[in-house]
């Protein structure tokens, strides 16, 4: 029997995918996305399901499924546990595919790209459609429409509540729009899903912040359960001299000008002709790098104060857990240059312009399993880093609305994820109860949390 080898290469070709915004994964013909579910060994104790996908997704079956051509008992199969596959079957790290056992001695099955395949074809074949719910005469409202508002509202609406979603942007999708890139997730992918939601009787009412336009104690008196989704878009920021010169942005006020460029002064973020700095080397960051080459910038590149992770999984994260490892993404497959261990110290700041970042290397002090443990900055290191674009990628923290905190007289966690109130029917799914995290996580958390609403 030959062997199925993973295929590595998921992407369009650079040359082509840098010359648009369009998704830079190519597509998979059927017989090589069945080949590749036949690698998943349907071993006894799966990892990828228990362990690996917050949502339980159960991959060794759809996989079985997928890999004898019956796609519509794959797509069933995942329709038990996930509500949006085409939204992790684009944008999810893969937990599961870093538990599967075939990591151990041999290479991950491909079990983001079967997902992928199983929900677009089951949108080709008009399978898609939401099962009907029985009403039970109570209404609920979601606050915040992102992965976690939007898993809530179907979640809910599956249990029979009249389910009204509000959104303080102008449209649907949360991070999923105006956060992640169109070449990773085009928004038409979004519409298609809202549409459907809609179709299904939920209600979305956008443009409306609550806590602002709408008081959290009205809704509060006008619904049975209150569900908030409200993110943690909340960007940290990198207070240093020279901080409030013209040319440095925020993460995401930079990738929001690249999905809407019919939005107010969009030149302001353009990376074109620059020499880009995209201080932070996380997901964030490297979607800066990816926008920064579609413009056509001068030059980017990308630093990090973190050392270089190694390039096979460390031994501080044995298998099955995530591992901590070098992680190449498309990005950088694209052009720049990255660094680790960069400090950055002041901004340069010339007629009131960013010119650069002086920094300085830091050394790290190491677990013996080779976890980064103690920075130390390391004398006579100190340099000029040119820039006339300086991007800040270095996470979020904390919620965005102390209106609807305040309103509803709720707590937070020392590190200001919202705590809910159950006992008063106030309930917080997604980022903005666990801090920032993950497209899966945040749906993971809103079907937990909303299966105990009664
Ligand atoms: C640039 C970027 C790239 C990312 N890439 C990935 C990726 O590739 N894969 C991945 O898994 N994760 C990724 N993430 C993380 C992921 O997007 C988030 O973890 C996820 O979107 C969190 O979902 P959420 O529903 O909790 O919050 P959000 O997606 O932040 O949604 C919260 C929503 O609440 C709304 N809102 C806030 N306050 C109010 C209010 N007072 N009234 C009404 N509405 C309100 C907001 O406008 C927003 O629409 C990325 C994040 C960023 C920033």
């Known amino acids: 029997m030959t062997q199925i080898n993973r295929i590595e290469d998921v992407y369009r070709p650079v040359d082509e995918r840098i010359k648009d915004t369009k998704e830079v994964e190519r597509k998979f013909f059927p017989t090589e996305i069945m080949a590749q579910a036949s690698r998943c060994s349907d071993c006894g104790i799966p990892f990828c399901h228990g362990a690996g996908c917050p949502l339980g997704n159960l991959v060794p079956e759809f996989n079985t499924a997928v890999a004898v051509g019956d796609i519509r008992k794959g797509y069933d199969i995942i329709s038990k546990t996930a509500f949006f596959p085409e939204f992790t079957g684009r944008v999810c790290p893969a ?16 079990v983001r790209q079967v997902e992928k395949f199983m929900i677009e074809t089951a949108f080709e074949e008009g399978w898609v459609s939401l099962p009907a719910a029985e009403p039970n005469g109570k209404t609920a409202a979601v606050i915040g429409s992102g992965p976690a508002g939007l898993f809530a509202a179907e979640a ?34 979004i519409d298609r899903r809202v549409a459907l939601l809609e179709a299904a009787g939920i209600k979305f009412v956008c443009s409306t912040e609550i806590g602002k336009d709408i008081s959290a104690e ?8 209150v569900v908030l989704a409200i993110g943690t878009p909340n960007a940290r920021d990198l207070k240093i001299p020279g901080r409030e010169a013209e040319g440095i942005y925020l993460a995401l006020d930079f990738l929001h000008g690249a999905e809407m460029p019919d939005e107010k002064n969009p030149e302001r973020f353009s990376a074109k002709g620059k020499k880009v700095l995209v201080i932070g080397g996380g997901d964030t960051g490297n979607d800066c790098v990816g ?164």
């Open 218 to 225: 009205y809704i509060h008196k006008n619904y049975d359960e």
């Open 291 to 454: 926008k920064s080459i579609r413009e056509g910038c001068k030059s980017v590149l990308q630093v990090e104060f973190m050392p270089k992770p190694p390039e096979t999984r460390s031994p501080s994260t044995p298998w099955p857990d995530w591992p901590y490892m070098l992680r190449t993404s498309y990005a950088h497959h694209e052009g720049g240059e990255r660094r680790w261990n960069v400090s950055s110290k002041q901004f340069i700041v010339k007629d009131g312009k960013v010119a650069g970042v002086e920094a300085v290397r830091v050394e790290w002090e190491m677990s013996p399993l080779g976890k980064p443990l103690k920075p130390t900055e390391v004398p006579n290191t100190t340099e000029i880093i040119e820039a006339d674009l300086v991007v800040l990628a270095m996470g979020f923290t904390g919620v965005p609305a102390e209106g609807i905190v305040n309103d509803l007289g709720l707590q937070l966690t020392p590190r200001t994820a919202i705590i809910p109130d159950p006992s008063r029917h106030i309930y917080a799914v997604g980022d903005c109860a666990n801090g920032a995290s993950l497209v899966v996580r945040a749906m993971a958390d809103a079907k937990r949390v909303v299966g105990k609403i009664k």
């Open 95 to 110: 937990l599961c595919e870093s538990c599967c056992t075939r990591n151990l001695n041999d290479d991950a099955v491909m």
């Open 156 to 189: 809910l609406r599956r249990k029979g509540f009249a389910v009204t979603v509000y959104e303080k942007r102008e449209k649907v999708g949360g991070l999923l729009r105006y956060g992640i890139p169109n070449w990773k997730l085009e928004k038409q992918i």
